[in-house]
């Protein structure tokens, strides 16, 4: 049963303090997108991949995140340092843009930065 | 950019139905789709209608697009409270992922 893995589930960290949340797409999915939800903005585009170059991180505030793929298997976003403001749940989906588009979402990363 | 449109909140009463709205405004959109997000959980395709179709049903859901006026439409008949979620309306024009935008989500309350 293919699905989208991320760790960790929950982080919660101290204002100032680096966090790191990890991504295993679906096997064969050339597309990765990262997203972020809260319950004032909903869902945010923060930035997304294919076939593992960065086409649009426009969403991310790139003083201090950063998104990233090391290899087809694993894609990476960085807060560094983090802020009480990124609280959020951070969702990562992969596709590979059939004919209809569909994506595939991880349960999520809550993240509390106190 | 492209932009989908809903309301954040919606309360009905459990057995009655309900009906969530969602406007676009790309005009070259050849899908459009329904995800669900229960809680805790990553958001997942509940349904998805092609562009050239006005309507899809499937049990107690039905799909109802107005391509002229960039509308689509997801009613749930006789709702239940497993029903509670929050419902993202997407539209995707091809040509990768550059072409999918999200809306914010629709939080349906279910009232006993």
Redesign the interface.
């Known amino acids: 049963d293919a699905r989208v893995t991320q760790t960790p589930r929950d982080k919660v960290t101290e204002m100032g303090q680096e966090v790191t949340m990890r991504c295993q797409p679906i096997l064969g999915h050339n597309t990765v997108f990262w997203y972020r939800q809260t319950m004032m903005q909903g869902l945010e585009l923060l930035a997304y991949f294919r076939n593992r170059a960065p086409l649009d991180d426009s969403g991310m505030p790139k003083d201090r995140f950063s998104a990233e793929m090391p290899d087809a298997t694993l894609a990476t976003l960085k807060i560094q340092p983090s802020e009480p403001r990124d609280s959020a749940v951070y969702f990562c989906a992969s596709g590979s843009f059939d004919a209809t588009g569909e994506l595939f979402f991880g349960e999520g990363s809550r993240l509390t930065v106190l | 950019g492209e932009d989908v449109e809903q309301s954040?909140f919606l309360s009905v009463r459990e057995g009655d139905s309900s009906v969530i709205n969602c406007t676009y405004t790309d005009s070259s959109s050849?899908?459009l789709?329904w995800y669900k997000q229960e809680p805790?959980?990553?958001?997942?395709?509940l349904t998805?209608i092609f562009s050239n179709m006005d309507m899809k049903q499937d049990q107690r859901l039905t799909v109802l697009l107005n391509k002229k006026d960039k509308h689509l439409s997801l009613r749930i008949a006789d709702t239940q409270t497993g029903d509670s979620a929050i419902y993202?309306c997407a539209e995707?024009s091809?040509g990768?992922?550059?072409?999918?935008t999200?809306?914010?989500?629709t939080h349906l309350i279910i009232q006993p």
């Open positions: 954040l050849t899908y789709y805790g959980a990553g958001l997942q395709l998805y993202f995707y091809g990768g992922a550059d072409g999918l999200f809306g914010k989500g």
